[in-house]
């Protein structure tokens, strides 16, 4: 089992590796962002959510939201773009992914964890919360586990044994951290 899971984690790190430096520093989440698009392309077939270690009822919810969002945003902005050709779902520029990280930032702005380089362990390199007293880590299955960012943000956080582990990582600017961050400046 963990070498089919190393294979799915490995064909999930191709999706950013010859991809722009904003579409690496969005993390995880660009990998999120691929699969669905990925997905859509194969129809959403059983074969490809099975290869690819993807949940396929959960990819075609959250194609349905997108096409929802999209559709909503045409409603908005007034353009008459029609919503059966927004079905295959382009990769975002490398502007559209700095902006989606920075609607990642803000979201996240309570998770942000930076870099603790004075703690360096002999396994991974501690991060510094301030929610969480205890370091937390890049988990190993995120894109960003080698890159080791100053600054990211995480969807969740999870403890397994002695340590605790960011997941759904996103690399985040530092200067970011105070433009969102209106609580704590």
Request: charged fraction near 25%.
């Amino acid at each position: 089992q963990s070498t089919w899971g190393g294979a799915i984690e490995r064909r999930r790190a191709s999706w950013v590796q010859n991809t722009g430096s904003q579409s690496q520093a969005l993390g995880d989440f660009a990998v999120l962002l691929r699969a669905v698009c990925a997905a859509q392309f194969a129809g959403y077939s059983t074969e490809f959510c099975v290869e690819y270690g993807l949940r396929r009822t959960a990819v075609r919810e959250v194609g349905q939201l997108r096409r929802l969002i999209a559709r909503s945003a045409h409603d908005i902005d007034g353009t008459s773009r029609s919503t059966q050709h927004d079905d295959k779902l382009k990769p975002p520029t490398e502007n559209q992914c700095k902006l989606l990280r920075q609607v990642i930032t803000a979201g996240l702005i309570d998770r942000v964890a930076r870099k603790n380089l004075s703690n360096i362990v002999k396994k991974g390199t501690p991060y510094k919360t301030e929610c969480l007293e205890d370091p937390v880590y890049i988990h190993s299955s995120s894109v960003l586990v080698k890159r080791l960012p100053q600054y990211v943000v995480y969807g969740e956080a999870v403890e397994t044994g002695a340590k605790v582990y960011m997941r759904c990582v996103c690399s985040i600017e530092s200067d970011w951290v105070s433009m969102f961050d209106t609580i704590t400046v």
